[in-house]
Each structure stands twice: as structure tokens, then as C-alpha cells.
């Protein structure tokens, strides 16, 4: 069974932007601007707040190993009720839609001896 991918670090977030770190190794940058066009398309509302840079500069690592808005709350229907919960995006999506870049994990600097 393959394993689901986790973002591990998020590495920098500019506008409508997020580079991150996958627990497979792989550094992508996520372009929130063409899923803002697809989620237009597809009439899905409650990602609108994400437009606002304001809001989505606030972006978390979940203990999921995806993105979440804390400051974005959706509701949603379970067993008949209505529940408002933090907006947490599928981490498969993210993985899909991202680009890949060359990631170096820093290094500690030596020090040379005299």
C-alpha cells in the first residue's frame, strides 16, 4: 500500500504561495492562484477567504501533515448536525497541484581551524 503524502515543514509562505516540505523528500510550491481559478469554477465558496492575504499568510502544518487556517472556519454536515471546524486542505491535492524545486537541508557552518 502506497503511503499517503504528509507535509512535514512549511518552508515559506509569500502571496498566495507556500513552499513545503513532503515526507517523501520532496520540496514543491503550492500556487494557491490556480486552485483560487479552480474553486471558482467549481462554485466552492468556502475557500474564498483564502484570497485575502491577510488571512492566508496564517497558514499552520496540521497534526495531519497538511495546511490548515485556524482563522478560517467552515461548517460542515456530520451524522445530521452541523459542525464548524478549522479549514484543513486534503494533503493529496496539495501534493498533485504542487511544483518541485531543489530543497538542501541547511547545514551547520564549520569552523576552520587555524
Not at 7 to 20: E, G, K, N, S
Not at 43 to 50: F, I, Q
Not at 60 to 76: A, H, K, M, Y
Not at 91 to 103: C, D, E, K, S, T
Request: with cysteine.
Amino acid at each position: 500500500m502506497q503511503q499517503l503524502p504528509k507535509i512535514t515543514r512549511i518552508l515559506d509562505i509569500t502571496p498566495f504561495q507556500i513552499a513545503v516540505l513532503w515526507g517523501t523528500g520532496d520540496a514543491q510550491t503550492i500556487d494557491f492562484e490556480a486552485l483560487f481559478a479552480l474553486w471558482k469554477i467549481e462554485g466552492d465558496s468556502k475557500m474564498a477567504p483564502l484570497q485575502d492575504w491577510d488571512a492566508f499568510r496564517q497558514v499552520v502544518l496540521s497534526e495531519n501533515g497538511t495546511l490548515c487556517w485556524p482563522n478560517i472556519l467552515v461548517p460542515f454536515s456530520y451524522k445530521g448536525k452541523t459542525r464548524t471546524e478549522p479549514l484543513e486542505l486534503d494533503a493529496q491535492v496539495l501534493y498533485r497541484q504542487g511544483n518541485g524545486f531543489a530543497y538542501q537541508k541547511p547545514t551547520k557552518a564549520k569552523t576552520a581551524i587555524a
